[in-house]
Nanobody, 121 residues
């Protein structure tokens, strides 16, 4: 069982940056691939980024490539999403998720409660 708690969301102007954190409970954190997803109002939840259990492999949605960076610190049971050059279309609730298996836009086993990111013009 893994419990996930996101933090770091907020209001930022277009072109700005935010770093999201996701703190995980449980001793098996390092065995899980981790992902970030987001859901904008009236839209379906979409994949943003994922990282393998070791951190050696990452994947990104085309819409965030070159702007977002996912990373993890297994010693701190935490995964991060550094978001740069933010755009209004990045506005959404961002969710952290964990899965057993490969990192990517797949089904995830555990989810956090989400953190709101709002990007203004």
């Amino acid at each position: 069982q893994v419990q996930l708690v996101e933090s770091g969301g907020g209001l930022v102007q277009a072109g700005g940056s935010l770093r999201l954190s996701c703190a995980a409970s449980g001793r098996t954190f390092r065995s899980y691939a981790m992902g970030w997803f987001r859901q904008a109002p009236g839209k379906e939840r979409e994949f943003v980024a994922a990282i393998s259990w070791s951190g050696s492999s990452t994947r990104y949605a085309d819409s965030v490539k070159g702007r977002f960076t996912i990373s993890r610190d297994n010693a701190k049971n935490t995964v991060y999403l550094q978001m740069n050059s933010l755009k209004p279309e990045d506005t959404a609730v961002y969710y952290c998720a964990a899965r057993n298996g490969a990192a990517g836009p797949y089904e995830y086993d555990y989810w956090g409660q989400g953190t709101q990111v709002t990007v203004s013009l």
